[in-house]
Structures are given as C-alpha cells and as structure tokens.
C-alpha cells in the first residue's frame, strides 16, 4: 500500500526511481482513491481511459534512464486547457462535443516529462466564479468538510489533489482562481507573474489578467511544476524571458510588508485575521522583519477588476458563435443561430458577464468605466511598485473567511465577488502571488484550512518559494 496522505512529487519519484513501486502501481493507487471518491467529491468531469498505458510509458523511462521529476506523476487538468484529442468544455454546455485539435504549450511540456494524465477536472464555466458552482456540470464539493465549496474557479484541481485523486494539478488564475481554491483545500497554489507561463492553448478569459499555475501539497511540488511550466513561448507574445526583470539581491532577510489598513474591513472573518497575527509573530520568530505599509488605492482593486474582467469576457466568449465549436442550435436564420446557441450554452453568470462587459465597452461608457479602470489599474501598479522599494513580499490572508457552504452565496453574485478582495490584486499589477496553509478554523466540528498569501515583485517567485519553505519549514 502506498500512502498517499503524505506522499510528494519528490517522494514519490524517489521511490519509482528505486523500484520501490512503479508508475503503473502509483497510478493504480490513484486511480483507487477517485473510484472511491469522485462520485461525491465531482473533482473530475473526466477520468482517462488510458491512465494506466502513459503509466506504463513512464515505467519505460525509469528503466532506460531518461526519467525525469515528473516522470510517472499523476496530474488532474483543469478543463479550460487543451490535450491534443481530448474533450475540453470549460465546464460550459456551449462547448458540446468538442475536443482540442492540439496541445496547449503547458502540456507539451509537461508531456515531455511523461507525466500521467488522470483526468479534466470541474470549474466555474470558463473560470468566472469561485465556487465551481457555476459549472454546467455541478458543484465540486470540498474533501475535508463536503457541506462545503471546494473554493474556484479551479475547484476540480484543487478537490483533485485534496482527495488524493492527483499529486499534482494545472488550473488558472484571473482573479484568484488557483490561490482562492488552493486556500480552501489546504494547499499551496501560485500564480506566476504575468507572462512567465504560456497561455496558448488555454480558453482566455480575461487576457490581460489570466496565469496558468500550478497547485502541490507542498512549496516545493508546486515549485518542481512550475519550473516545468515556464518559460517564454512563440506561441504567445506576451511571455517573457527569465531575465525580463532584474531580480533585487538581498543581503539580509527579506523584509514583510504588510497592507494593515486594508485587513480591517468587517467581511474579514477574526479566525483569519487571528491566523494571520499568528503567521506574522511565527515570521518574526525566525527571524524575519515585518512592517506596516500604505497601498492607497487598494480599496479600488475589487471594481477596477470587474470592470476590466468582464470587457475581456465579453470580447473572448465572442468566439462561442455556433459555428467554430461546440453547440449548435438552428434558429430561424444564420443571426439567429447565434442567439439561439448563446442562450442556450451559456450559464447565468456567464451571460450576466457578458452582459456586464459589452455595456462597459460600449460608446458613450467606454471612457467612464473601460478607460478609467485601466488608469487607475495603473496607478494601483505603481503602489505595489513603490511598496517594493521598501519592502520584499506583501502579506495578506488569501481569502477573507475560510470555505462557505454550498449554496451560501449563488443569490448574491456581489458577495461572491467579495471573495476576491485579497486576491484580484496580483492579476491586475501583473504580480506573482502564491498562497500557503497556514493553519485551520474549526466550525461545527470540522477543520477548515486558512491561507497566506504572499505577494511579490515581477519575476520573483524564487523569493516566494523560498519564503514559503521557511515558513512551512520545508
Ligand atoms: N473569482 C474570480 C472571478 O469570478 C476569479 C476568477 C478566476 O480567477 N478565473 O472572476
């Protein structure tokens, strides 16, 4: 029996790699614990028929010597990115029958290592939510209390992992989609400066906002897949190299800062904010310095995100025009079609944001909402820029209350975008941001996880891995 409860990506290759057990063997392990799990949990839309022949192709590279960290390790993929081959829906209706007729860059490399595909996993319609209960599919439920939401829109991936059902996962992140999820499920979930991971051949969302990144039960698994992940690609002119920006060399250690005028607002539940008093005196113990600092349009990120947000959902899910993919309904003409498929493929929340968004690109509204929110996004930028000059990381809680119940919050689509406070931020200053357990708030009897977000400058997630391993102590 392999013990999945502690098992790593490094332990787990370590032991494949002594013949301890093969990959075959650990995909079977797997494979048991979403038999045994997925009917509840709904992590995956789809388990993969051929789980145990890429199991054996890894086994192959154990024994002639080009395995890699990867090789053999058991993934679950959001359903918003493509697999030469495979159904990809977007958890949407709209996306019916279609299946991708190539590799999204992510995947190709991560083929590469010989990574075993479990299977797609569940998410808010085209990732607009944080719930995954906007999935045409069903709600995920949380492995550690299922009265609850798994957090989303990457709900699938972070459950997946959660249940034991993958060791590793892929999801996205627009507004807080891996972090938020990865906080609820008590794992760590990084979402990587804009530009350093391809988004070709993932379903855009938001253009300007959207990461794909990785989640781990630990800061060094989430490390070993991001490594894999990144990187500049031809296929998408908006990556950058590793050098794009200059990393600051420190001579001491880094220094916290923390947004303590921000933390105040009464939405924010006092386990976390307890938590979160706790996490900085543990900082302060090992050694670190933590001070006060002043982001003086912070309070505005929330509105600036659903004003860009939903004009960048409005353009992209364009494409949906029941031609190209998926769906198709017959109207009484080709125009009709369109409104015909539209309405019937789409969620709720996926048409209020459409919605939402061709009103703010619309003339006369354009410059009074489209235009402002990009300015004053600039200006929120240039605070965390100007914040960094002083201090290495900014530190908040990820989320302002542990998960809520299943159904709490669908009538009310604005507290649901509350969810986001903490976490918007890091996508619309193009920052790495990466959420870590840091503890647990005990309701009714169960333990709910609690997260640490760590935010810091373009290009440094090595200073965020680093940080969370003392932290956790990795
Ligand atoms: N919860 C946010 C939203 O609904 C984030 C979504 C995301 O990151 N994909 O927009």
Do not use: W
């Not at 627009?174 to 070709?200: D, H």
């Amino acid at each position: 029996m392999i013990d999945l409860s502690t098992l790593t990506i490094k332990k787990a290759h370590d032991d494949m790699k002594s013949g301890k057990y093969s990959a075959v063997d650990l995909a079977n392990a797997y494979l048991s614990e979403i038999s045994k799990k997925n009917k509840e949990i709904n992590a995956y839309l789809e388990v993969f028929s051929d789980i145990i022949e890429q199991a054996k192709e890894a086994d192959k590279r154990f024994k002639d010597g080009t395995s890699t960290l990867l090789t053999g390790i058991p993934f679950a993929i959001k359903d918003n990115i493509l697999i030469k081959g495979r159904i990809a829906t977007s958890a949407s209706k709209i996306l019916e029958g279609y299946h991708a007729t190539y590799d999204a860059t992510v995947i190709e490399k991560l083929k590469k290592e010989g990574v075993v595909f479990m299977g797609r996993t569940n998410m808010d319609e085209f990732a607009m939510g944080g719930s995954t209960e906007n999935s045409a599919f069903g709600v995920t439920k949380n492995p550690l209390d299922i009265s609850r939401v798994a957090g989303g829109s990457s709900g699938g991936s972070a459950a997946a992992v959660a249940m034991s059902g993958s060791l590793g996962a892929l999801g996205s992140d627009t507004g807080g989609s891996i972090r938020q999820p990865a906080s609820f499920c008590g794992l760590v979930g990084l979402k990587p400066t804009y530009g350093r991971v391809s988004r070709y051949g993932v379903m855009a969302m938001g253009s300007s906002l959207d990461q794909i990144g990785p989640f781990g039960k630990t800061v060094t698994d989430t490390e070993i897949i991001y490594n894999t992940i990144k990187g500049k690609d031809v296929k998408d002119g908006t990556t950058i190299s590793d050098n794009t920006y200059t990393i600051k060399k420190l001579s001491k250690k880094p220094v916290i800062g923390v947004p303590r005028h921000f933390l105040g607002g009464d939405g924010i539940n006092k386990d976390v904010i307890d938590n979160f008093n706790l996490s900085l005196e543990k900082f302060k113990k090992i050694g670190y310095e933590v001070v006060d600092i002043t982001l003086p349009n912070i309070a505005y990120s929330l509105a600036i995100y659903y004003v860009i947000m939903p004009a960048e959902v409005s353009s992209n899910l364009a494409r949906f025009d029941s031609v190209r993919f998926g769906l198709h309904k017959d109207g009484k003409d080709g125009i009709d079609d369109y409104f015909v498929t539209r309405g019937a493929g789409f969620g709720k929340e996926a048409r209020r944001r459409i919605l939402l968004g061709t009103y703010v690109l619309s003339s006369g509204y354009y410059d009074a909402y489209y235009n402002r929110a990009n300015a004053v996004r600039r200006i929120l930028t240039q605070d965390f820029v100007k914040a960094f000059e002083k201090v290495d990381i900014i530190l908040t809680p990820t989320t302002p209350a542990p998960a809520f119940l299943i159904g709490e919050k669908t009538a009310d689509p604005v507290a649901m975008y509350l969810e986001d406070i903490f976490t918007v931020t890091a996508n619309l200053t193009g920052m790495p941001a990466m959420t870590i357990p840091s503890g647990f708030s005990e309701v009714g009897g169960k333990k709910l996880p609690l997260g640490l977000q760590m935010t810091g400058r373009h290009g440094e997630e090595d200073l965020l891995f680093r940080i969370g391993k003392e932290f956790l102590g990795e």
